[in-house]
């Protein structure tokens, strides 16, 4: 059964359905630019999704056919973001809506095509994975713009697409091409616009079938790694060593002994 829940007067929507969840940034008239209630929204959002939704695996997109989002709706920052005591609570939105995707417990796959520039990179980058329509267009603009990106969206560059690269996105505010993120590792895909959609679908069914502590437990160990963190360290290593108590534990053995596909419940 689908089930579906709209957030930000339905400017961030959420669907989930057979343990794929879609996360949509849905302001298309506005290259789905992204507004404080937006922002405000996105963790809400990924709560739902990862709860009443039960989602296995998340999809970010942008609504349409044209954009993933053009960032920050900078119409809103002579009110929003106008000085530094405005702008610390702006950025503190934006830095739980990227931890709602970086920190969420299960994996988040952005699907991007056309323009992904700024906050729009930023959610991109706190995902952890990223494939991309040919044609996409990136870029990360603050030094043109006279602002600061949050220090947690900062590192989710570097870890996204390597220090050099970050470094050329932050100090220059070019363009960059799908190719270019390609081959730095920000993109694990770049397919035809025609097949973003399915190869992105493609490869959250794969997640989505397969046990959602093994894969909880991953992205934990992982997330441990990257950020150098000892005490997520530790919760990985304790939650890890609990997926072998587990029934899906259970039924992979039986699966496998029995050569047929498992049915995971998550418990």
């Known amino acids: 059964m689908k089930r579906t829940h709209d957030f930000a007067a339905g400017m961030i929507r959420a669907a989930s359905q057979a343990g794929t969840g879609i996360l949509l940034i849905a302001n298309a008239d506005r290259k789905n630019a992204i507004n404080a209630a937006m922002w405000r929204a996105i963790p809400e959002a990924m709560h739902w999704l990862c709860g009443e939704g039960e989602a296995r695996v998340i999809l970010l997109m942008g609504a349409g056919e044209s954009d993933f989002s053009a960032g920050a709706d900078i119409s809103e920052f002579p009110v929003v973001r106008k000085d530094t005591p405005t702008a610390r609570l702006y950025e503190d939105d934006n830095s739980k809506a990227f931890a709602a995707i970086r920190d969420s417990n299960v994996p988040v796959i952005a699907a991007i095509r056309g323009i992904c520039y700024g906050g729009g990179f ?106 150098q963190d000892e005490d997520l360290l530790r919760e990985a290593e304790v939650f890890g060593a609990s997926t072998f108590d587990s029934a899906d534990y259970a039924e992979g053995r039986a699966a496998f002994a029995e050569r047929r596909r498992p049915t995971f419940t998550g418990r």
């Open 122 to 227: 930023g959610l991109a980058a706190a995902a952890d994975l990223r494939i991309a329509a040919e044609g996409s267009a990136f870029a990360v603009p603050a030094a043109r713009l006279g602002l600061a990106y949050p220090a947690d969206a900062v590192q989710d560059f570097v870890q996204s697409m390597g220090t050099q690269m970050a470094r050329m996105a932050l100090y220059t505010g070019a363009p960059m091409s799908p190719a270019q993120l390609l081959a730095c590792g920000f993109l694990l895909q770049v397919t035809t616009p025609e097949a973003l959609e399915a190869e992105a679908l493609r490869l959250a069914e794969t997640i989505a079938n397969n046990a959602p502590l093994s894969v909880r437990a991953s992205k934990l160990a992982i997330r441990a790694a990257t950020q």
